[in-house]
């Protein structure tokens, strides 16, 4: 058994062996090996004193100013890892399900020095570190889905991280797992039900979010979009447009996921991400502030990119992309790129405090005249308004 202990201006670790075993092991394979392995998480070379044939003792950190500093080579990290002297500690704090070791699993996402509380600017909160305690799983999806949901507790806090998520986008797409979508056409007629019918099947669909692949997340959202903005017409997937700025030398290729086309032929981007908790304002405010976060911030600066190049490519584009996507629209629909407008799907808002929610609405309506940025939450709303209105 692992205990932590705060002694003065050291942390300890307190071994005791089970059921009165003798814990002499410790000391044979320091001496033969010259260290000692615990639970896979803790590495020592020597320990501090032997209480008893069945305790020892070993010196994890040293206090300096407000942090503890543990060395970097008892947990095979980067960086010595720093952790304020306030904060709460156990053994779960290090070891996670079937002893994965918590702070190399956070090492292996970024960088740079892991410090934990205190007042250094890119310190992870207290508050945010036991989220992402909570985070870990305890059950065989730890491997997959840990790294994504903790990137986005981290990303506040980083700049080096590795793309976790995309680790866990190509796990899913090797699920050999269909989720279809169902029919609507049935209902097309019954304005009402139709509507009812949508809502009901997103929210059976945000409670199993994680174990759809993103691509038939993205479809079956937008067959639901098609519905309750009528205007939409056609979807162009993946569409292929030119950037001529990002290489002044050469022509980039970029491809957009998904664009919507109105029934004058106007197109439209349209950007919708998984709906991953905790993904849109930062916990920690900047001069009384909530930020947006960098997957809301990212996913805002792709489209204005797409926006951009859209714009920039002209009659030209608008030829061309017709002509590649022409049997995709309707007959004798003429496309047009003119000041094309974005929407961005992503993440929920259902547990945001008022100035939360007044923060958020502040940087929906910075973007508003060229971005619409909803959460599922918002599309939830908007569906029980539209069935409201034509129930009465």
């Known amino acids: 058994m692992i205990t932590i202990i705060k002694d003065r201006n050291r942390l300890l670790i307190k071994y005791e062996s089970e059921r009165h075993f003798s814990a002499d092991w410790i000391d ?27 305790t020892r003792i070993f010196i994890l950190g040293r206090r300096r100013g407000e942090y503890f500093r543990i060395n970097k080579d008892f947990l095979e990290l980067k960086h010595d890892l720093l952790i ?41 909160p207290n508050e945010a570190f036991e989220d992402l305690l909570r985070s870990f799983p305890n059950t065989t999806e730890l491997t997959h889905y840990a790294g994504a949901r903790i990137s986005r507790i981290l990303g506040d806090y980083f ?7 995309l680790k866990l986008k190509k796990h899913l797409e090797h699920k050999h797992t269909s989720r279809l979508s169902p029919r609507v056409e049935f209902i097309k007629d019954y304005e009402a039900q139709k509507f009812v019918f949508i809502r009901e099947e997103l929210q059976l669909m945000l409670k199993s979010a994680d174990s759809y692949k ?39 290729d970029r491809y957009i996921d998904l664009t919507l086309v109105d029934a004058n032929g106007t197109i439209d981007v349209i950007e919708i991400k998984q709906p991953f908790d905790d993904c849109l304002l930062s916990k920690r405010r900047y001069r009384d502030n909530y930020t947006p976060k960098m997957e809301l911030g990212g996913s805002v600066m792709q489209v204005e990119k797409y926006l951009f190049h859209l714009n920039k490519w002209g009659r030209e584009g608008e030829r061309t992309i017709y002509e ?38 502040i940087i929906k309506r910075k973007y508003a005249n060229i971005i619409d940025i909803m959460t599922y939450d918002d599309l939830l709303r908007r569906l029980d308004n539209i069935i409201e209105m034509i129930q009465r």
């Open 28 to 54: 044979q394979n320091i001496q033969q090996y010259g260290a000692v392995n615990l639970k896979r998480v803790f590495t020592f070379t020597q320990h501090d004193g032997a209480p008893s044939d069945y």
């Open 84 to 124: 304020a002297a306030e904060v709460k500690l156990t053994h779960k704090s290090f070891i996670a399900h079937r002893n994965i070791s918590i702070f190399r699993k956070i090492d292996s996402l970024v960088n740079e020095q892991i410090v934990i509380g205190g007042s250094l600017e890119k310190a992870i």
């Open 159 to 165: 700049e080096t991280m590795t793309d976790a998520q």
């Open 214 to 252: 993103e691509r038939d997340w993205q479809k079956k959202i937008v067959s639901f979009l098609l519905l309750i903005f009528p205007k939409y017409v056609a979807v162009l997937e993946n569409l292929h447009i030119k950037d001529f700025y990002s290489n002044p030398s050469k022509t980039t």
């Open 324 to 361: 590649k996507r022409k049997d995709e629209l309707p007959v004798d629909l003429k496309l047009q790129v003119t000041n094309p407008k974005a929407m961005v799907i992503l993440g929920r808002d259902k547990n945001f405090d008022s100035d939360q929610r007044f923060d958020f609405e």
